[in-house]
């Protein structure tokens, strides 16, 4: 079946640093999804992709989905300690699918 | 978005029991599902609950030992039946809401089987 891999697992960074994770699926999705899960919360919807090579923006969060709609990237510039949390990439299961599939998410923490 | 709770919010239960997961929402929606999430790890997901049908569960996971029901367009419970301490994990339901195909999560309930 489809799967949906997240890079890297952990990520520790200096506050003001810069961080980026990957996701990559083994087939081509329809739409990507992200969600950010603060410790002991919820996963949080972030943001959606469709068109291929869209770039989205959010103040400093930046997400980008392949050109060919198997891989997506999420960048935060200038880390704050309220971006502590585990970042899910989320794919359909399959085309036109409501059930997702999730990457097994990144872990970031920021150290003040 | 939408107003997701879930009752309990955490339990301690003995093996071989039940346990009875509520989700409410604070809108009519179509879609609703279930995941489990082990202590940090990814989300599972059970089985999708659309009012009007069964649910439809994913491999791994049968109907007698996680039934659900979905009376109407506001509500669902899970049931984790015949419980071990490998069902010990966190449940959360989630919806999607008319068609967006972005998912909505409750704050999840907290499950201790001992």
């Known amino acids: 079946g489809q799967q949906v891999m997240q890079i890297p697992q952990y990520q520790h960074v200096q506050e003001g640093e810069d961080f980026t994770t990957y996701c990559n699926s083994s087939?081509?999705?329809?739409?990507i999804q992200w969600y950010k899960q603060r410790p002991g919360g919820h996963p949080v919807f972030l943001i959606q992709?469709?068109?291929?090579?869209e770039v989205k923006k959010q103040k400093r969060l930046t997400f980008q989905f392949g050109e060919a709609k198997k891989n997506s990237s999420l960048h935060i510039t200038a880390t704050q300690t309220t971006d502590v949390g585990t970042y899910f990439c989320?794919?359909?299961?399959?085309?036109?699918?409501?059930?997702?599939?999730f990457g097994k998410g990144t872990k970031l923490s920021v150290i003040p | 978005s939408a107003v997701i709770s879930q009752k309990p919010s955490r339990d301690i239960c003995q093996r071989g029991t039940s346990l009875t997961i509520q989700c409410q929402v604070d809108?009519?929606?179509?879609?609703m599902f279930w995941y489990r999430q082990q202590p940090g790890q990814s989300l599972t997901l059970i089985a999708t609950a659309n009012q009007g049908s069964e649910a439809t569960y994913e491999s791994g996971f049968v109907i007698d030992k996680f039934p659900i029901s979905r009376p109407n367009l506001t509500f669902s419970t899970l049931t984790v039946s015949n419980m071990s301490p490998e069902d010990s994990s966190i449940y959360l339901c989630?919806?999607?809401?008319?068609?967006?195909?972005?998912?909505?999560f409750g704050p999840g309930t907290r499950l201790t089987v001992t």
């Open positions: 989630s919806v999607e809401l008319a068609g967006r195909y972005e998912q909505y």
């Open positions: 809108s009519q929606v179509t879609m």
């Open positions: 989320a794919g359909p299961v399959g085309a036109g699918s409501y059930q997702l599939t």
């Open positions: 087939t081509t999705l329809s739409n």
């Open positions: 992709l469709v068109k291929s090579g």
